[in-house]
C-alpha cells in the first residue's frame, strides 16, 4: 500500500496534548490505537505529524500520514469514526519522500477574549513580529538548542464582537511561540512593555520573560503543502456539526474557534 497524507481536525478539551503518553489519553494515542485495533495501521508502521500540539489547543488543519492498509478514502473514513472530537478534512497520496513536519506553511489563530479595544495597540506590536528576527524570547531553552532565529510572514487582527481573533502564519514556530506572540501584545495593551523593549527583544538586545498565554484559545488552522486534498465525506459534515455544537456546555471552548468549526463542517465555508 502507498502511504497518505491525512488533514485532521480535532477539540483539544480531553486530551493532554497531540503526543503520546503512556496513561493518558492524547490525540496520537487515540488515533494510533484506535487505527491498530481495526486492523489498519502496521505497528511497525510509524505515524508521522505536522504538528504536535500541546494540552488544551485545538486543530482544523493538523496533518498526519502513514501507510494504510486500506485503500486511502476508506482510512480518511475511518479516522473520521475513532472518536468523537476528532475528524479527517480531507486525504491525499503522500509525495515520495513526504513528512508532514516539512510543509511551506503553518497558520494559527487565537481568540483574544474582551481585548477589541485594544485592537490599534496589538496591530502595532504585530507590526513588528512580521518579518525575520530573534525569537529567544517567544520559546524555550531547548536541549540540544534549537535555532531562534524565525520569520514571520503573516500577522493580521480582526475584531468578532468584544474579542479579538490573531492569525498567524510563518514557515515553522518555536514551542510556545504564539502564546508568547499574544502574552507580549497583552503586555503591550495594559503598559507592562512597551514597543521599544519589543523590538529590542526581536532584535536580540533584550530578554523578556513571558508568560504562556491560555492554550484553550489557540487553533492550529492549517498546515500548507504544495498538493490540493481531496474531501473524504461530504456527507457526514452535519453529523460533526452537531457534535461541535453539544461542546458549547463547556465554558472554556465558547471563545474559541468553535464557530470556526460549525462553519467548515456546516459547509457554509470551506478553508483554502
Known amino acids: 500500500m502507498e502511504p497518505f497524507a491525512f488533514r485532521i481536525g480535532y477539540l483539544g478539551e480531553g486530551f493532554y496534548g497531540f503526543a503520546r503518553q503512556p496513561g493518558r489519553p492524547t490525540v496520537e494515542g487515540t488515533l494510533v490505537e484506535g487505527l491498530e485495533q481495526r486492523g489498519l495501521l502496521d505497528p511497525s508502521t510509524p505515524l508521522k505529524v505536522a504538528s504536535r500540539t500541546d494540552r488544551g489547543v485545538h486543530a482544523l488543519g493538523n496533518v498526519i500520514s502513514f501507510v494504510p492498509r486500506v485503500p486511502g478514502p476508506s482510512a480518511a473514513r475511518a479516522l473520521s469514526a475513532l472518536h468523537p472530537a476528532i475528524f479527517c478534512r480531507g486525504y491525499s497520496p503522500a509525495p515520495p519522500g513526504f513528512d508532514p513536519r516539512h510543509a511551506r506553511s503553518r497558520r494559527y489563530r487565537y481568540f483574544d477574549r474582551g481585548k477589541a479595544d485594544a485592537l490599534e495597540t496589538y496591530r502595532e506590536g504585530a507590526e513588528l513580529f512580521r518579518g525575520e528576527h530573534e525569537f529567544s524570547s517567544f520559546g524555550r531553552r531547548d536541549e540540544p538548542p534549537r535555532p531562534t532565529r524565525r520569520r514571520v510572514d503573516r500577522f493580521e487582527l480582526q475584531t468578532r464582537g468584544p474579542d479579538l481573533v490573531l492569525e498567524v502564519e510563518a514557515p515553522g514556530f518555536l514551542w510556545g511561540q504564539v502564546r508568547k506572540m499574544v502574552s507580549a501584545l497583552r503586555a503591550l495593551s495594559e503598559g ?72 467548515t463542517l456546516g459547509g457554509e465555508r470551506s478553508e483554502p
Open 192 to 263: 507592562k512593555l512597551s514597543l521599544r523593549a519589543l523590538s529590542e527583544s526581536l532584535e536580540g538586545r533584550r530578554r523578556l520573560s513571558l508568560p504562556l498565554a491560555e492554550p484553550e484559545a489557540l487553533v492550529l488552522a492549517e498546515v500548507r503543502y504544495d498538493f490540493p486534498w481531496r474531501e473524504p465525506d461530504p456527507a457526514g459534515r452535519g453529523r460533526w456539526r452537531r457534535r461541535w455544537e453539544a461542546a458549547r456546555e463547556d465554558a472554556r471552548l465558547r471563545w474559541t474557534l468553535l464557530g470556526e468549526f460549525q462553519e
